[in-house]
């Protein structure tokens, strides 16, 4: 009742006041009655078709986008789930149908959607009430809006706004992920300072280059062994796994493509650089195995295989063996057509990291006798 409430008393006070004439910016007259049919109005000869038809994807995408957010942002509220395929398919025969009857474009737009929120709606339903109260509003009742205060309206949206900003939400965001944070302050200041449209462009540009910025630069782990098991885990993560002499495992966590093929030719090079710095320091045995973990390289393209060819070709000039372990079966059947498993040796392509380093262990403790078949192999035959 809060916002009826405001309007009635609002425009009952601008009417006895006469403040429209003092600067109160009011609605207005509004012309009464329904929007009138437009499908006589339809054409395809038009010599402005072509900007419409581009204006109207743009509108289309934008709309589409707006009431996508806006919808998850609400399911968030009520705990329900949001369908992206579900939204487009009633967004495009609503606009459908409204363009026959001079319909404004029909969407979801924050403000709308957080007065129906804010006054308690839980339905669908809740828009066929407001659709038939608009359309008794336009047939009886548009005079009454003519004293309106605009000031009334953007209060409305503004309470009705502040009622669904969830603080909690955004500093749980900066205890948990600081960039998830600059994007949701992005987007917040784009649509206060701005528009939604605007906000969901900052939204999406900086997750854009969140996404570029991981592929580019993917993670690389030094691995550990867990003591008394076959376990091997990040030296980062767990204080208790320690370097296996004379091997350096690495591990890789993204798919290797050409736009980080680069860096993990460098980072790879930097690691082994690192570590025979360390066990020239700690007088330890020199370094004689790389092995590279590939559990979590889903995909691999022709310069991500020309990757491990160069760093099988700088492990050699180091005097180094260069051992993988784990591949996928994608990764396998890339690595099997392009001739480089057979460049790394077939010996050399292990199922797990314990048999890598087990197999590295035995040539280090039996120099001179012959190599174990290895896992990878023997799942073969």
Known sequence: MAPLLSVILGSLLVYV?????HGVQVIGYLKKGLNPPSFANLTFDSPHLTTAFKTGIIVGVIALAEGIAVGRSFAMFKNYHIDGNKEMIAFGMMNIAGSLTSCYLTAGPFSRSAVNFNAGCKTAVSNIVMAIAVML???FLTPFFHYTPLVVLSS???????GVIDYP?????WKVDKFDFIICIGAYFGVVLGSVEIGLGIAVSLSFIRVLLFVARPRTYI?????N?????SLDHYSVACFVPGILILRIDAPIYFANAGYLRERISRWINEEEDRIK?????SLQYVILDLGAVGSIDTSGINLLEEVKRITERRGLKLVLANPGSEVMKKLEKSKCAEIIGQDWIYLTVSEAVGACSYMLHNVGKPNPKSGFEESVV
Not at 17 to 21: D, G, I
Not at 281 to 285: I, K, L, P, Y
């Open 156 to 162: 409305i949206i503004v309470v009705a706004m502040l």
């Open 229 to 233: 098991s076959m376990i091997y885990r």
């Open 137 to 139: 509003t336009l047939l």
């Open 223 to 227: 691995l550990g062994n867990i003591p």
């Open 281 to 285: 320091a700690s007088g330890e045995n």
């Open 17 to 21: 006041t006469h403040a429209e004439k």
């Open 169 to 173: 939400a955004a500093i749980h965001l």
